[in-house]
C-alpha cells in the first residue's frame, strides 16, 4: 500500500522539441485503483513510465509515501508493469517467466516455487505453467503478465493498456477479473487506457488527460455529470455530449435560424450568473428527446433530421441544427430524413461552458 | 435493375447431385479442407504441362544449377579414384574404381599431413570463432541500446575497416607480431583473425539486437534485472539464432582462411589445412587424387557444422518475441 504523488511534473523529448508532459499535479491514494485516460498521444503512457522509473522527469517531482523517488530505479521504487503487447520474455516457460523477478531479488528456490505456484493458480493459468509463451493464447498472455507483475508483492502496480490486444468479450472478462484482482490484492494501482467504457468502469477515480497535460481528475459518475470543460464533455459518452454554439440574450441562448431556448435553472444555477457573449449549451444525447410538432415547452430547438442509425439496443437520431450536427439517442423512432423535428430536453440536463470552453458554475 | 436479371440471381442454382443451394449450412457440414474438383485426366494433365515460356525458365535454372554443381561433382569423383583414370577424365564413369587410398595417404602425407594440419587449423577456428561471438555482442549491445558520445563516428569507423582488404592490414599485422613476439605462433594468428572478424560481427549482432524490443529489457528492468543480467539473461538467450550464424560465417572463413595463415605462419609443423593442400602436388606430377581429398576433408568440416546447427536457424524465436 503506496501512495504516489505528483508534483509539477513535466517531460520533454528531443532536447525540448517534444512536450511529452507538462506540469502533471495528481495524488493517488494508497489502495486507489486510478486510471489514466485520454487519446493516443496524450502523454498518459510518458506518465505512467515517469512513475514506473522508466523516464526521469525533466521537471518536479515524484513522491511515493513522501519520499522522493525520482532518480530511483524501478526495482528501487517496487514498481510492477504489466506492458501492452505483455512482453513476455519469448525463451522462457510461463513458470520461468514468473519466477524471473523473484530470481533476481535472490529469493530462495523454495519459497519461489510456493509463490509461482500460488499465483499462478489465483490467474487460472496453473496448467500453462511449463508452455512457452508462443504457445498461449492473447488471455493467457495477459494473465501470465499479470502474474510476473503481481508474483513481487509490488507496492505500485502499473498497467499500460493491458486490454487493447484482446478481442470484445475477453476483454469484457478480463476487465471485471482485473477489478477483482484489484480489490483481493489492495495494491495502488494505476491503469492507462485510451478506452472509456474500461476507464469508467473500472476507475476509483479517472484522470483525463489532453496534450500532455491533466484535464479533470474525478470519479468516474462525476465525469459524467459534470464535465470541467467542453473537450472532456466531447471526450466522454458514447456518442459524445452535443455543444451548441449560441450567444446568451437576455434570459435566453439564441440558435440563429434555429430558434432560441429560454433556461430557467441548467445543472450550473441560474442564467442571471451567465455572463453575456458566445457559450456553449451541452446536452448528452440520452437526455434528448425528439418530437415531430412543436411542444409547449419553450427549451426546444428545430431541426431537420439529417441521418437514423438503429443500433438494436437504441437508435441514434442525428439533426442538423443550422450549420451543427445533434445527436439523440432515443429508444425507438419512426422520423426519417429531412422530417422536421423539434428538440428538447430537461433544463437540468443542459450544461454551459463560456468560450474558453470552461464549465460555468 | 433490368428485369432479367434476377431472374439469373436469385434462381437457386443447381448442382451435380441434384439438391439446391441452402442459405444456412450446418456447422458440421463444413469439410476440414478445401473439396477437391472433379476433373478428369485430360485437364490435369493439361493443367501440369508447363507452357513454352516456363519450360524455357526451368531449362535456363537447371542449365545454371548443372554448371554450379559439376566442379564439385568432379572434385568428389577424383577423391574416390586412382591417379589414371583421373587423368583419363573423371566423368568417364565405366569401369570406374572407387578407393579410399587417396584419403589415407592425403591424411599422412610426408611433408604434410592432412590430419595434423586439420587439427592444427582446429585449434586456430575455435578460440578465434568464440571471443568473436562473445566480443561481438559485447560490443554490438551498447550499439544498439545505449547513448554515448561519438557513437555514430565510432559506428561508421567499424564499416570503414570493413571496407579494407584484407592485404592493406597485412604488413602493418606482420610487423607488430613480429615485435611482440607472436609471429608464427597461434595466438598471433587468432588475435588477427578476431580483430578481423569484429567488424562485421558487431554490424551483423547490432543490427539484430536492434529488433529484439525494448519493451523486454524494460520489463526486465522493473523486474529489478541489473544491465548487465539484461544481457546475460534476455539478450543473450533471444539472440541464439544471430550467434549461430555468426558462428557458421566466421568458422567457414577462419577455417578456409588461406591468406593470413600464409603471411603469418612460417613453420611447416604448424601449417593449417588451406596451406597445406598446394604442397600435395607432388614434384614429378600432380597428385589428383590426393589435392582432391585433401580438399574434400577440409570441406567437410564447415559443411559438418552448419548441418549441426542449420535447426537453430529455423528457431521461430524472432517470430516468439515480435508477436
Known amino acids: ?361 | 435493375m433490368t428485369n432479367d436479371e434476377p431472374h439469373t440471381s436469385r434462381e437457386p442454382t443447381a448442382k451435380s447431385d441434384g439438391g439446391a443451394t441452402e442459405q444456412y449450412i450446418p456447422l458440421d457440414a463444413v469439410p476440414e479442407s478445401a473439396p477437391r474438383p472433379d476433373l478428369d485426366w485430360g485437364t490435369r494433365i493439361a493443367a501440369a504441362v508447363p507452357s513454352m515460356p516456363r519450360l524455357l525458365k526451368y531449362a535456363i535454372a537447371i542449365a545454371v544449377a548443372v554448371l554450379w554443381i559439376v566442379p564439385f561433382l568432379g572434385l568428389f569423383m577424383a577423391s574416390f579414384r586412382p591417379l589414371g583414370e583421373i587423368l583419363a577424365g573423371w566423368w568417364h564413369v565405366e569401369g570406374m574404381t572407387i578407393t579410399f587410398e587417396n584419403y589415407r595417404r592425403a591424411w599422412s602425407y610426408q611433408t604434410a599431413p592432412m590430419g595434423r594440419a586439420l587439427f592444427n587449423t582446429l585449434v586456430v577456428t575455435v578460440p578465434a570463432v568464440l571471443v568473436v561471438m562473445l566480443l561481438g555482442a559485447m560490443a554490438a549491445y551498447p550499439f544498439a541500446r545505449f547513448e554515448f558520445p561519438l557513437k555514430t563516428m565510432l559506428f561508421f569507423f567499424i564499416l570503414l575497416v570493413m571496407a579494407a582488404p584484407p592485404e592493406l592490414v597485412a604488413m602493418g599485422n606482420y610487423n607488430t607480431l613480429r615485435e611482440i613476439g607472436l609471429f608464427d605462433s597461434y595466438m598471433g594468428l587468432i588475435l588477427v583473425h578476431i580483430g578481423w572478424g569484429l567488424g562485421w560481427v558487431v554490424l551483423f549482432l547490432r543490427n539484430y539486437l536492434l529488433g529484439i524490443p525494448e519493451e523486454l529489457e524494460e520489463a526486465a528492468r522493473i523486474d529489478g534485472a541489473s544491465r548487465y543480467q539484461i544481457f546475460r539473461t534476455i539478450i543473450l538467450p533471444l539472440s541464439t539464432p544471430a550467434l549461430v550464424s555468426v558462428a557458421v560465417i566466421q568458422f567457414t572463413w577462419v577455417w578456409n582462411a588461406f591468406f593470413f595463415p600464409l603471411v603469418f605462419m612460417r613453420s611447416p609443423e604448424l601449417y593449417l589445412a588451406p596451406q597445406v593442400l598446394p604442397l600435395m602436388t607432388g614434384r614429378i606430377q600432380v597428385e589428383w587424387g590426393l589435392v582432391a581429398a585433401g580438399s574434400v576433408m577440409t570441406m567437410a568440416v564447415p559443411v559438418f557444422l552448419f548441418l549441426m546447427l542449420e535447426r537453430y536457424y529455423k528457431q521461430g524465436m524472432v517470430a516468439a518475441v515480435t508477436d
Open chain 1, 1 to 361: 500500500m503506496t501512495q504516489v504523488s505528483m508534483e509539477n511534473v513535466s517531460k520533454y523529448f528531443d532536447d525540448g522539441e517534444t512536450v511529452a508532459n507538462y506540469r502533471l499535479n495528481l495524488e493517488v491514494e494508497e489502495g486507489e485503483f486510478l486510471v489514466f485516460l485520454g487519446p493516443s498521444g496524450c502523454g498518459k503512457t510518458t506518465a505512467l513510465r515517469l512513475i514506473a522509473g522508466l523516464e526521469e522527469p525533466s521537471e518536479g517531482a515524484i513522491y511515493f509515501d513522501g519520499q522522493r523517488v525520482d532518480r530511483w530505479s524501478p526495482s528501487d521504487r517496487n514498481v510492477a508493469m504489466v506492458f501492452q503487447n505483455y512482453a513476455l520474455y519469448p525463451h522462457m516457460s510461463v513458470a520461468e517467466n514468473v519466477a524471473y523477478p523473484l530470481k533476481i531479488q535472490g529469493v530462495p528456490p523454495d519459497d519461489r516455487d510456493q509463490r509461482i505456484e500460488e499465483v499462478l493458480r489465483f490467474l487460472h493459468i496453473e496448467a500453462q505453467a511449463s508452455k512457452s509463451p508462443a504457445e498461449l493464447s492473447g488471455g493467457q498472455r495477459q494473465r501470465v503478465a499479470l502474474a510476473r507483475a503481481i508474483v513481487r508483492e509490488p507496492s505500485v502496480f502499473l498497467l499500460d493498456e493491458p486490454l487493447s490486444n484482446l478481442d470484445a468479450k475477453l476483454r469484457q472478462e478480463m476487465r471485471s477479473e482485473l477489478k477483482r484482482l484489484q480489490d483481493e490484492l489492495e495494491i495502488t494501482t494505476i491503469y492507462v487506457t485510451h478506452n472509456q467504457e474500461e476507464a469508467m468502469s473500472m476507475a476509483d477515480r479517472v484522470v483525463v488527460m489532453n496534450r500532455g497535460t491533466i484535464r479533470q481528475i474525478a470519479p468516474p459518475e462525476e465525469l459524467y455529470s459534470r464535465p470541467r470543460t467542453e473537450w472532456v464533455a466531447r471526450f466522454i459518452g458514447s456518442p459524445p455530449m452535443n455543444l451548441l454554439r449560441g450567444t446568451r440574450q437576455n434570459g435566453s441562448i439564441a440558435f440563429g435560424e434555429a430558434g432560441s431556448v429560454d433556461i430557467g435553472e441548467t445543472t450550473v444555477g441560474g442564467l442571471e450568473t451567465v455572463p453575456r457573449g458566445d457559450v456553449s449549451l451541452g446536452v448528452r444525447p440520452e437526455d434528448i428527446s425528439i418530437a415531430t410538432e412543436r411542444p409547449a415547452s419553450t427549451t426546444a430547438i428545430a431541426g431537420t433530421v439529417d441521418t437514423v442509425e438503429p443500433l438494436g439496443e437504441y437508435t441514434v437520431v442525428n439533426v442538423a441544427v443550422g450549420d451543427q450536427i445533434v445527436n439523440a439517442k432515443v429508444p425507438t423512432t419512426s422520423v426519417e430524413r429531412d422530417d422536421p423535428v423539434y428538440l428538447t430536453f430537461d433544463d437540468a440536463d443542459a450544461y454551459l461552458y463560456d468560450e474558453n470552453g470552461e464549465l460555468l458554475t
